[in-house]
């Protein structure tokens, strides 16, 4: 699923990379749980996995396409069509209602509107947990880990074939964690899923196929 050869990446302008990871391999299916250190670089290689960045040299492979070969407009279509991102900031649209959010990946991807069922979108939130009464409430009315659940219900709509989840239980009380990682995994292993998950909580790294440190892995 992801193919990682001779990656460097630098911020415009700075003198040195940020990341220089010679080689990694993710498996189609493969639930990983990324950690490491604040300002080690997690988000920034969760950027280049999506295609959002471009490596300065080497190339980041997915689904055996190399991101830096395609033009902004079909990079752009291939995540629509093919990758859920569980944003640490959540990036949802604080004007459109919680469904409609949650339905925005099938709007801009027909992959992803044919493999979402009717009603795809109100049983995820069901999953997630969010009460009925509020799914036709603007997303800016919701509490911090109300958001978070919506922001995986949208990252997981139309089965995509890669999750990206930057720090997803951040805001989220032990039991709700739980019920999340249990709703997450589910749901990625019910339907082959590669997931990437980035967390400072290393406790949850035993429910995971393997474990990474990013740290060890960069060179720069």
């Known amino acids: 699923m992801i193919a990682i050869r001779a990656l460097r990446y630098r911020w415009p302008r700075a003198a040195a990379d940020v990341l220089a990871i010679d080689e990694l391999d993710i498996a189609a299916g493969e639930a990983v749980f990324l950690h490491g250190p604040s300002g080690c670089g997690k988000s920034t290689l969760l950027g280049l996995l999506a295609g959002v960045m471009l490596a300065r040299e080497g190339s980041v492979r997915v689904m055996g396409q190399d991101w830096a070969t395609l033009s902004g407009a079909r990079r752009d279509a291939a995540r629509a069509d093919h990758l859920g991102y569980i944003f640490q900031q959540f990036n ?3 004007y459109l209602s919680v469904l409609d959010n949650v339905r925005l990946p099938c709007r801009f991807s027909k992959a992803r509107a044919a493999r979402a069922p009717a009603g795809a979108a109100e049983a995820l939130l069901g999953r ?4 009925t009464a509020l799914w036709a409430k603007p997303a800016a009315e919701l509490s911090v880990g109300q958001q978070q659940r919506v922001a995986a219900a949208r990252a997981l709509v139309g089965t995509p074939e890669l999750v990206i989840a930057d720090e997803p239980t951040s805001a989220l009380d032990a039991p709700l964690r739980d ?9 990625v292993r019910e339907h082959g899923t590669t997931l990437v998950f980035v967390s400072h909580d ?3 790294a035993a429910r995971f196929d393997r474990r990474l440190s990013l740290p060890e892995l960069n060179r720069a």
């Not at 997630?128 to 009460?131: E, I, K, N, R």
């Not at 019920?179 to 749901?187: I, P, S, T």
């Open 179 to 187: 019920g999340f990682m249990d709703l997450l995994l589910g749901a």
């Open 92 to 94: 949802l649209l604080p």
């Open 128 to 131: 997630v947990g969010l009460p």
């Open 202 to 204: 290393e406790r949850l």
